[in-house]
């Protein structure tokens, strides 16, 4: 039996590729929330005593920085748009966060407007002009205007990477879909808490006008995009 029998009613999926002026990085939430063991998760862990249990995801998302690097120096250099997710709330006290967090998260972990946790990386930091959206949702697409954002931007074609691929980055990936975009998931640019995880969730977004693709398979293919150098 396949891991997905509807596969055999369905033709198979479309093969689409990135092109220049019509392609944006996103990064999601590559932040001190949950992506460094010392701010955020990572501090939570260690306070409850669960720092190894909680090493094996600081550990794949160690692994993936330098792949996102990667993807970030090409991008950059082939006109491809770089946009930047992050969880941070509106407001200093967090009123404005959904109730699914408050419910779900101490009061310490919801990501305040200004602080430290809502913060990209410093080694991922977002060069000046480059656009920082930030959500109070999973989704991106649920609690942002970034779907008017990228029309504006002309984005077709979308380049994920970034945390939890089970969660974040899937919910952001599957509502990108279903909106119309092309998406690339860089399946080792994204971490989660299992290699389980991580291997389920790759396999429900490969699928339609879903691609996981690998970090050099992406750069291979950003390499040959075919369009304008400057989209105007």
């Known amino acids: 039996m396949p891991d997905n029998p509807l596969n055999l009613l369905l033709p198979p999926s479309p093969e689409f590729f990135p092109r220049r002026g019509k392609t944006a990085l996103m990064v999601i939430d590559m932040q001190y929330f949950d992506a460094h063991p010392d701010w955020g998760i990572g501090r939570l862990a260690k306070e409850k005593g669960l720092e190894k249990e909680a090493a094996y995801f600081f550990g794949q998302v160690a692994g993936i920085v330098p792949r996102i690097q990667q993807l970030l ?10 946009i930047f997710v992050r969880i941070q709330a509106l407001t200093h006290d967090c009123r404005d966060m ?5 419910a779900r998260w101490p009061r310490q972990l919801l990501t305040a407007k200004d602080s430290k946790e809502a913060q990209i990386l410093d080694e991922l930091r977002p ?10 949702s999973s989704s991106v697409f649920n609690s942002t205007a970034i779907d008017q954002v990228l029309r504006n931007l002309g984005v077709e074609c979308l380049i994920v990477v970034g945390v939890a691929t089970h969660a974040c980055v899937e919910l952001s990936v599957r509502d990108a879909s279903d909106r119309g975009y ?10 989660t808490f299992s290699e389980t995880m991580q291997r389920d969730a790759l396999q429900r977004m490969n699928t339609g006008l879903m691609k996981v693709k690998s970090t050099q398979e992406m750069l291979g293919l950003i390499s040959h995009m075919a369009g304008d150098k ?3």
């Open 73 to 82: 120096s090409t991008c950059r250099q082939d006109s491809v748009e770089v």
């Open 98 to 102: 959904s109730p699914s967090s408050w």
């Open 127 to 136: 060069r000046e002009d480059e656009i920082v959206i930030s959500k109070t």
């Open 182 to 191: 092309k998406v690339f998931v860089i399946g080792d640019a994204t971490a």
């Open 230 to 232: 400057v989209r105007v």
